[in-house]
């Protein structure tokens, strides 16, 4: 018999980045007083990572629980960003309802759409949160209009598009019905969600069915599986079965050791939990997200979205440079493998394939930025390893014909670069969509590009917008290939011995291009040391001194005026690797290279590839 469970709610914040999602459960943790009067707590506390942090962005999700007019209502933080699509996908399944979250100027963007979809697919009512109310160029009215437009284009419901409204200012901690009121507190918001979210629904008497939507990993405790109980019970010490919905043969009993739910920020051990409790169950190492915990008498698996496919791969290849081995903790291809697959435990939209030889391994991701989170993580944790350049992964159709990724690219640019934009794009085999005005003397320019045309180009964009311009991107899905695409207009600057770089070497270097390296760097033959200001490769030699004589001495050295070199960061990189190169990555050095280090046989390998493409041509 099924009842209602009216002390629970459960609840997913979804939105575009940098809306305020994480933001907002700052504050209703606060509210709800969750933390000691005179505790410490640092801003976006949910963002736990590091990388999340310097970045201002959610990579994974996150729970969290408050009690309101007691009534429990667990909250998931969801990340904004298209590469952690996967984390979104997955977690709307153990809730009941979303809090869209957007901004009151910016609107509605390509990630809003891409989060809201997910929970139209699954008819989840939405309580639109319009927040940053209190920006002086806040305009909360059309953007009323546009999410009720986006609704709409969603195939939205009546229900769905008769969403009630909340204006608010995660950061002020304030929400209001009005746009026009400040409001003094987040009341309002937590009303709305106790009187629009619906209760969870299931039957207490029927056998126990949790489907696992979210992995964590502990060194400690191992793989926990966290999910919402949709029927039954689950307590400690009961024995149950695992079944998968998309894999019939799986049927692993086991029995439930540890069992948690969620307060605030903390995991707290529960003997027993009921229908539409979020909780957490530790110490089983089989169990998989879209997984079933299911009473063994009755095993019946809970239907589970499969997640979308990665788009982008790289091969993580062990280092071989001359300098390797001189700053990572971990360089041997074992150490690789094992990082790269323990990935597998949390990481969802993951793949990770062993290839013909042992030391590279093919890691395939959902973008650039999923990817180079990955290895940012892995050299602050010790890991030194070589990266290739980020491709995409193609597919045929039933013609045998080339299919390629496609992604709708938005772009926000002051008026006077926007013709820069189109150029470039357009050489991108960008597709010119829409041209409008987006407020603030900007134009919203909306392109339909194929997603390697985006690889490489966050560069040269915010050098043409002279980083006003914003863009954001939503993958569409495989069309037809486009063509080729020329990624670099430039070549590079390679070193043509090994030993350490001298001012005199760097400063005649300098004049064939910009330099990534100053003095004392070490340096070895075939590592690129910068950008040639011509479209072909240059080598040079930095190491050269000059030859003294009675009259010319070392110290006139000292004069030579150096142009401060142009430092890289890990994205930069990645973006700048030509297909012949590859990205060292070491816990203290990025440094870029070609694949293959000696010259001669270098140029061998570009003749043949020249040849080949001449063939292929014919």
């Known amino acids: 018999m099924k009842q209602t469970r009216n002390d629970v709610r459960n609840v997913a914040i979804i939105a575009h980045v940098d809306h305020g999602k994480t933001t907002l459960v700052d504050g209703l943790l606060r509210q709800s007083g969750i933390f000691r009067e005179n505790q410490e707590v640092v801003e976006r506390v949910m963002d736990s990572n590091d990388i999340e942090r310097e970045r201002g962005i959610t990579i994974l999700s996150k729970n969290t629980a408050i009690t309101y007019k007691d009534i429990k209502i667990n909250i998931i933080d969801t990340p904004g960003h298209a590469d952690f699509g996967g984390e979104v996908e997955r977690v709307l399944k153990m809730v009941n309802g979303v809090i869209l979250v957007v901004d009151a100027f910016e609107g509605p963007m390509p990630q809003t759409k891409f989060v809201l979809r997910k929970a139209m697919e699954l008819r989840l009512p939405v309580i639109v949160c319009v927040n940053k109310i209190d920006r002086p160029e806040a305009r909360p009215k059309e953007v009323i209009d546009e999410v009720l437009e986006l609704l ?25 019905m009005d746009p026009e009121e400040a409001g003094t507190d987040l009341q309002p918001l937590l009303d709305t969600i106790i009187n629009y979210i ?37 307590r400690v010490g009961q024995d149950v079965v695992i079944v998968n919905h998309h894999d019939e043969s799986k049927l692993v009993k086991t029995r439930v050791s540890k069992l948690y739910e969620f307060e605030g920020l903390n995991k707290v051990e529960v003997q027993e939990a009921g229908i539409g409790s979020i909780v957490a169950i530790s110490g089983i190492d089989e169990i998989r997200i879209g997984d079933t915990l299911c009473s063994p008498d009755a095993p019946k698996p809970i239907p589970f979205q499969k997640i979308s496919e990665p788009t982008i791969s790289m091969n993580f290849i062990v280092n071989d440079s001359p300098l390797a081995g001189q700053e990572g903790k971990y360089v041997t291809s074992r150490h690789l493998r094992d990082r790269l697959y323990r990935e597998l435990n949390t990481d969802v939209s993951l793949r990770v394939e062993d290839t013909e030889t042992t030391e590279t391994f093919k890691v395939s991701g959902r973008g650039e930025l999923h990817l180079s989170v990955l290895i940012e993580n892995m050299r602050r944790e010790g890991y030194e390893f070589a990266v290739s350049k980020a491709e995409v992964i193609y597919k045929e159709d039933e013609n045998g014909k080339k299919l390629e990724p496609m992604e709708t690219c938005v772009i926000d640019v002051p008026e006077e670069f926007s013709g820069n934009v189109i150029q470039k794009l357009g050489m991108r085999k960008g597709e ?34 002279k980083g006003n311009g914003i863009m954001n991107t939503v993958f569409e899905g495989y069309e037809p290939y486009k063509g080729d695409i020329a990624y670099r207009s430039q070549g590079s600057l390679i070193a ?21 390296i100053g003095p004392g760097t070490k340096v070895y033959s075939g590592m690129v040391i910068g950008a040639s200001s011509r479209n072909e490769d240059i080598e040079v030699n930095v190491c050269k001194t000059k030859h003294l004589t009675n009259t010319r001495t070392s110290s006139s050295d000292e004069a030579l005026r150096l142009v401060p070199p142009r430092v890289m960061s890990l994205e930069q990189c990645i973006e700048f690797i030509d297909t012949d190169e590859l990205l060292e990555v070491t816990p203290e050095t990025l440094r870029i290279r070609k694949r293959i280090l000696d010259p001669t046989a270098r140029k061998r390998a570009n003749i043949a590839a020249k040849q080949r493409a001449e063939a292929a041509g014919n």
Not at 165 to 173: E, H, I, L, N, T
Not at 435 to 464: A, Q
């Open 198 to 234: 619906p209760a969870p629904v299931g039957d207490p008497e029927a056998g126990t069915q949790m489907l696992i939507s979210t992995i964590d990993y502990n060194e400690y405790v191992g793989r926990i599986g966290v999910g919402k109980i949709d029927n039954g019970s689950l």
């Open 496 to 516: 043509f011995e090994s030993g350490e770089a001298v001012t005199y070497g760097l400063f005649n270097a300098q004049e064939r291009g910009a330099l990534f």
């Open 432 to 465: 010119l969509v829409s041209m409008g005005e987006s407020g603030g003397g900007y134009t919203r320019l909306t392109f339909k590009i194929p997603s390697r045309g985006l690889i490489g180009y966050r560069g040269d964009f915010m050098t043409d917008t």
């Open 152 to 176: 709409m284009d969603l195939g939205a419901d009546d229900k769905q598009i008769d969403c009630p409204f909340v204006f608010a200012s995660a950061k002020a901690g304030t929400s209001s």
